[in-house]
């Protein structure tokens, strides 16, 4: 899901990167372009497991990595330039409460909410309109990552963090829309989902295969732990309109 608590101008190129860290826990890259005309904070419910603590999600610094979606990109030559990549073999793979954690992430301050009840304990900048989770109840046990923004940016490196994930779930890609307050059954899409699946996930319809392992296109050891070198990696497109849910995989 991609929401802002504040309107936004325009919402382009969201890109996605999601992989088991493993069997309990799941990484996710988040970048996308915007504009807007104050500072505001995007939020990212996440499916994490009831009662989960405050610092159970990890937030990860990729801004020494800001290609790091750009570099994706690349293991997925144009059908016509395939012949000269050849394939490498590998796997695929009641008193007040007290305000939240806030951390410095890169470009980015982030907090992690526990549940919907936590979000009084933020800046009331970056909460989401009253009203918003009564018309989204199938949000009601997740968590929230927040990442706050400033108005005077246009696009921002990758946002990524770990977090723990319900047993034996699919892998998870937040693509609900939350861009003026409201919730609406269809959206306008603009995304690129990337993912490594392992042996537990089956190969999805629509999606594309890297010719290569991944570390034969990413700076793996600038991705903080996000990239299997010796796996392949996945792209699904979406751009359009398309029903306003979440992916899953």
Same mark, same amino acid.
């Given at each position: 899901?991609?929401?802002?608590?504040? /309107?936004?101008?325009?919402?382009?190129?969201?890109?996605?990167?999601?992989?088991?860290?493993? /069997?309990?826990?799941?990484?996710?890259?988040?970048?996308?372009?915007?504009?807007?005309?104050?500072?505001?904070?995007?939020?990212? /419910?996440? !499916? $994490?497991?009831?009662?989960?603590?405050?610092?159970? $999600?990890?937030?990860?610094?990729?801004?020494?990595?800001?290609?790091? &979606?750009?570099?994706?990109?690349?293991?997925?030559?144009?059908?016509?330039?395939?012949?000269?990549?050849?394939?490498?073999? @590998?796997?695929?793979?009641?008193?007040?409460?007290? /305000?939240?954690? $806030?951390?410095?992430?890169? %470009?980015?301050?982030?907090?992690?909410?526990?549940?919907?009840?936590?979000?009084?304990?933020?800046?009331?900048?970056?909460?989401? !309109?009253?009203?918003?989770?009564?018309?989204?109840?199938?949000?009601?046990?997740? *968590?929230?990552?927040?990442?706050?923004?400033?108005?005077?940016?246009? @696009?921002?490196? !990758?946002?990524?963090?770990? &977090?723990?994930?319900?047993? *034996?779930?699919?892998?998870?890609?937040?693509?609900?829309?939350?861009?003026? *307050?409201?919730?609406?059954?269809?959206?306008?899409?603009?995304?690129?989902?990337?993912?490594?699946? @392992?042996?537990?996930?089956?190969?999805?319809? @629509?999606?594309?295969?890297?010719?290569?392992?991944?570390?034969?296109?990413?700076?793996?050891? %600038?991705?903080?732990?996000?990239?299997?070198?010796?796996?392949?990696?996945?792209?699904?497109?979406?751009?359009?309109?398309?029903?306003?849910?979440?992916?899953?995989?």
């Amino acid at each position: 899901m991609c929401c802002f608590s504040r /309107p936004v101008e325009s919402v382009s190129s969201t890109r996605i990167f999601a992989r088991d860290e493993n /069997p309990t826990h799941q990484f996710l890259a988040y970048s996308m372009s915007y504009r807007a005309a104050e500072d505001l904070a995007m939020v990212l /419910p996440i !499916p $994490v497991p009831p009662g989960s603590r405050e610092d159970a $999600v990890r937030f990860i610094d990729l801004h020494a990595y800001a290609d790091f &979606f750009s570099d994706l990109h690349s293991g997925f030559p144009e059908p016509d330039t395939l012949a000269n990549h050849p394939r490498s073999r @590998g796997p695929i793979a009641a008193a007040a409460p007290a /305000p939240l954690k $806030v951390e410095r992430v890169g %470009s980015f301050e982030a907090s992690f909410v526990p549940q919907i009840a936590d979000f009084g304990r933020l800046d009331a900048r970056f909460q989401l !309109p009253k009203g918003v989770w009564d018309k989204l109840p199938a949000y009601a046990r997740y *968590g929230f990552a927040v990442f706050k923004l400033r108005k005077d940016a246009t @696009g921002v490196h !990758p946002m990524a963090f770990s &977090f723990p994930k319900p047993a *034996g779930s699919k892998l998870f890609f937040p693509t609900v829309h939350i861009h003026d *307050g409201s919730v609406h059954d269809s959206a306008h899409f603009d995304h690129d989902l990337y993912c490594q699946v @392992g042996a537990q996930h089956h190969r999805a319809a @629509g999606w594309r295969e890297s010719p290569q392992n991944a570390g034969a296109f990413m700076q793996v050891s %600038s991705s903080r732990g996000l990239i299997d070198a010796h796996a392949h990696c996945y792209l699904k497109r979406m751009v359009g309109t398309f029903k306003n849910q979440d992916t899953w995989v």
